[in-house]
């Protein structure tokens, strides 16, 4: 639920009709046929080729077009965007308005124009006043602007709404409580504003509800409770507010409740007996304001299996009871205040694949009993008050642990041995801000899936190991504020081996790396988008090849000892957003060719031995005097007049 479509794929398609006999057949009723000439008449694209087949006067025959085989009337139009038979899928599009004559078609019970993608308008406002008949309305994932129409609480029979990723503002009409029937009420990704009707507890037969993503404000309806069948609620990504309604805890059909990303506050209710929401599996409360302990009625819900209450405000412990949810694969609490220790039940989560409890309070040791989380992969304990001094050895014992996190968990002595037996292939490790001496190990190397490694604000000394040049998925380092030293080539060969480097992300800051800069951009790192060596002793000219780095965003080299003049192709880095020189020892001229660096948002070319009239131009000139002060050649706009 949600999760925005994308339609990438446009197919163009032709359908045959697969009937001969259309043009011949008897008349349709003429209201219905006018309703679908002006409805085709308002539409001037369709890739589907569907419309093509609407010609003659007998419309139950066209493609798309179902009538009353009793009456005669038109009872459904199904002209979906999507198509899929046993034969194609395709993604189609209809360019167009929706003519609002669609509702002469007074008997229709299914409208269905869903995900043709550019469809504009209106949803009729009468459609309430005409289509009495109507079960199912499927206007989703169009272009369609303007309100949901208030009328749309006459349409009594309507069993499914689906209206979502559309462009519908103004507010949800409290006529909706008039709709005894409906089933599937679908607004997601809209922009929709105003409260949620009260009205909408009167729809008892409600299984699922997702008006995600839209500006809706005020509470949650008090008596949601009273929605005995409903299985899906989503109302996550809003501005909603207050406090959850007591009666919350009487969805007994519930199984997905996302009430995330809103400015909820107030304190959590959980059912007091597991007899209550016996279904839910998927709670979403996270990113919103609420406050207090998290109850220790969280263990009645025996079906939790991803259960997030990430930032927000809550304080106290972690209840113990968190260790009878059994079903539980992922836990996310990060961003609150709890504090105490982590409870010794939770080793009873054996299905437990993500545990994250970053930024709280907690404290060390960590109880062993979370030895025997078998199934956990992604372990995420960083900035808390841990003070572990060391990791435990039952860590390497961990058969499913990949991506571990331990920033800020006080960490002393040697780079940790665990991780060179440990029995999972490590992805990613993040020991960052600890107090790691000693070296990095040459069997680092052997770490041979390793896709991200954060090092940074440690007291690591001597070289980068040359084994790093095996890690073929490395794509994220960062080894910055250490005391490591020795060059920095090794870096620049990871990957080269091998036909495509991965690295995305380096940063090598603030240490004490000496050498030349010479193999930047030579191998295969055309994805390098953050580059950060500034703070070290890199001497010598920078190569041409830098020019190769084409996906560079942020090149920060401030704080060497770089010389010579800047290399030309640096112009071809075209995505250049950030490009940070100062204080180094470049001579010359700026290159004219930095007047193509449009992206360019942060420029510092100060305090380097730079000559000549800046170029003129943007985005040149847009920069203050302090990007180009500090090198007394310099002349131009921003700066003063050239006298030459
Ligand atoms: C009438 O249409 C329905 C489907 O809408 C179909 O199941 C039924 O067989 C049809 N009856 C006749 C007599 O064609
Ligand atoms: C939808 O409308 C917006 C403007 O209202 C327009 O920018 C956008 O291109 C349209 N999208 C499609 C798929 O037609
Ligand atoms: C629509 O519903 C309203 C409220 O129930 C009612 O007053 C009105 O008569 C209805 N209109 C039509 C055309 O059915
Ligand atoms: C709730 O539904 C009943 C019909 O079952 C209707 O009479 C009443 O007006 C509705 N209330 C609201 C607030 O829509
Ligand atoms: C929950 O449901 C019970 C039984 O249907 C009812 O007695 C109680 O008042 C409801 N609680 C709330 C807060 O609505
Ligand atoms: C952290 O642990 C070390 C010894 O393991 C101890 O000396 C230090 O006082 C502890 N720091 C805090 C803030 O508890
Ligand atoms: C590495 O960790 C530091 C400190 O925890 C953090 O600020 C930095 O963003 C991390 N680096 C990456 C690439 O995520
Ligand atoms: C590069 O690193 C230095 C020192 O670690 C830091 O101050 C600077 O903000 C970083 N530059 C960028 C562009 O992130
Ligand atoms: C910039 O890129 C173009 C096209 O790849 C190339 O021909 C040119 O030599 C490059 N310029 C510099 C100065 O490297």
Redesign the pocket.
């Known amino acids: 639920m949600g999760t925005k479509l994308s339609w990438i794929l446009v197919i163009l398609i032709f359908i045959p009709t697969g009937d001969c006999k259309r043009i011949v057949g008897k008349e349709c009723n003429s209201q219905d046929l006018m309703g679908l000439t002006s409805f085709k008449a308002a539409i001037h694209v369709d890739t589907s080729g569907r419309l093509e087949t609407w010609i003659g006067r007998n419309c139950c025959k066209w493609n798309g077009v179902y009538c009353n085989n009793r009456t005669g009337r038109v009872a459904e139009i199904r002209l979906p965007g999507f198509i899929s038979t046993n034969d194609f899928i395709a993604q189609t599009q209809m360019e167009g308005w929706l003519s609002p004559s669609i509702t002469l078609l007074n008997s229709l019970e299914v409208l269905d124009l869903g995900g043709l993608i550019s469809l504009t308008g209106t949803i009729p406002s009468s459609i309430?006043?005409h289509l009495?008949r109507l079960r199912k309305l499927y206007l989703y994932t169009n272009n369609l602007t303007g309100p949901v129409p208030e009328?749309i609480?006459?349409l009594s029979r309507l069993e499914e709404i689906h209206l979502h990723e559309n462009l519908l503002s103004g507010s949800i009409p409290a006529?909706i409580g008039?709709l005894q029937n409906l089933q599937r009420f679908l607004l997601y990704s809209n922009k929709l504003s105003g409260p949620i009707p009260e009205s909408l507890t009167n729809l008892t037969n409600l299984v699922s509800l997702d008006f995600q993503g839209n500006s809706l404000t005020g509470h949650l309806p008090e008596k949601i409770g009273a929605l005995q069948v409903l299985e899906e609620l989503d109302l996550s990504d809003n501005l909603l507010s207050g406090k959850l309604p007591l009666s919350i805890t009487n969805l007994t059909a519930i199984s997905v409740l996302y009430l995330d990303t809103n400015l909820l506050e107030g304190e959590i209710q959980f059912p007091s007996s597991s007899g209550e929401m016996p279904l839910l599996g998927f709670l979403r409360l996270h990113d919103n304001h609420l406050t207090g302990s998290i109850p220790f009625n969280i263990g009645n819900l025996v079906s939790l299996q991803r259960v997030s209450l990430a930032n927000n405000r809550l304080e106290g412990s972690i209840p113990s009871t968190l260790g009878n949810l059994l079903e539980a694969t992922e836990i996310y609490l990060y961003g609150n205040r709890l504090s105490g220790q982590i409870p010794s039940s939770i080793g009873r989560l054996s299905q437990l694949m993500l545990l994250s409890i970053s930024n709280n309070l907690i404290e060390g040791p960590l109880p062993s009993e979370m030895s025997s989380l078998h199934n956990l992969q992604t372990l995420d304990l960083s900035f808390n008050r841990l003070n572990l001094s060391s990791i435990p050895k039952w860590f390497g014992g961990m058969p499913s642990l990949c991506r571990i996190f331990l920033a800020g968990a006080g960490i002393q002595g040697d780079f940790p041995e665990f991780l060179r037996t440990t029995l999972s292939p490590l992805l990613e490790l993040d020991f960052s801000f600890n107090h790691l001496t000693g070296i990095i190990p040459e069997w680092l190397g052997s770490l041979t899936r390793l896709y991200s490694l954060n090092l940074s604000r440690n007291s690591l000394v001597s070289k980068i190991p040359n084994t790093v040049t095996s890690l073929r998925d490395l794509a994220v380092v960062d080894v910055h504020s250490n005391k490591l030293s020795g060059p920095i080539d090794g870096i620049f060969e990871i990957g080269s081996r091998f036909s495509e480097g991965s690295l995305t992300y380096i940063d090598l800051s603030d240490n004490s790396f000496s050498g030349e800069t010479e193999q930047i951009g030579t191998g295969q790192q055309c994805q390098i988008k953050f580059l950060n060596l500034s703070h070290n002793y890199l001497t010598g000219r920078l190569p041409g090849s830098i020019g190769r780095l084409v996906s560079m965003r942020s090149l920060d080299l401030s704080n060497n000892k770089l010389g010579f003049e800047l290399p030309e192709s640096l112009a071809n880095v075209s995505s250049l957003e950030k490009l940070k020189l100062q204080r180094n020892r470049f001579t010359g001229q700026i290159p004219n060719g930095f007047l193509k660096l449009t992206a360019l948002r942060e420029l510092d070319l100060s305090d380097n031995l730079l000559v000549g009239r800046i170029p003129e131009g943007r985005p040149l000139s847009d920069f203050p005097k302090s990007s180009f002060s500090g090198n007394r050649g310099l002349c131009g706009k921003p700066l003063s007049p050239c006298k030459f």
């Open positions: 309430g006043f009495p009328s609480g006459n006529s008039l």
